[in-house]
Nanobody
Framework: QVQLVESGGGLVRPGGSLRLSCEAPGFTPDYYALMWFRQAPGSEREGISCISSTLGTGYAYSVRDRFTISRDNPQKSIDLQMTRVKFEDAGVYYC????????????????????WGEGTLVTVSS
């Protein structure tokens, strides 16, 4: 069983920044692509970003040029640096993996995900 633990959520003002982290204790994520998904109230869970084992990345159009995904293999973690945050960025952010090496063209499909974290809540308010 793969455990993914998110942290870093909280309250952020529009235009502000926030950094989310996902740790994978007991799991060696180096070989696998890891993703961030987001779910706003009343909405479907959507793929936000992916980082592959070879550091290739993918982003949803809505966050491109504002969010940056990175990974620290020795620390068994990935981060999501959120900048120029908008109201529509609010929601629960989930770390996930499909247990595949690369992001590919289908990384944002939640049906492909095999393991999810519990999520961390991001609230955007002025």
């Amino acid at each position: 069983q793969v455990q993914l633990v998110e942290s870093g959520g909280g309250l952020v003002r529009p235009g502000g920044s926030l950094r989310l982290s996902c740790e994978a204790p007991g799991f060696t994520p180096d070989y696998y692509a890891l993703m961030w998904f987001r779910q706003a109230p009343g909405s479907e869970r959507e793929g936000i970003s992916c980082i592959s084992s070879t550091l290739g990345t993918g982003y949803a159009y809505s966050v491109r040029d504002r969010f940056t995904i990175s990974r620290d293999n020795p620390q068994k973690s990935i981060d999501l640096q959120m900048t120029r945050v908008k109201f529509e960025d609010a929601g629960v952010y989930y770390c996930a993996t499909a247990m595949k090496r690369f992001c590919g063209d289908t990384w944002s499909l939640k049906d492909n995900i095999r393991f999810w974290g519990e999520g961390t809540l991001v609230t955007v308010s002025s």
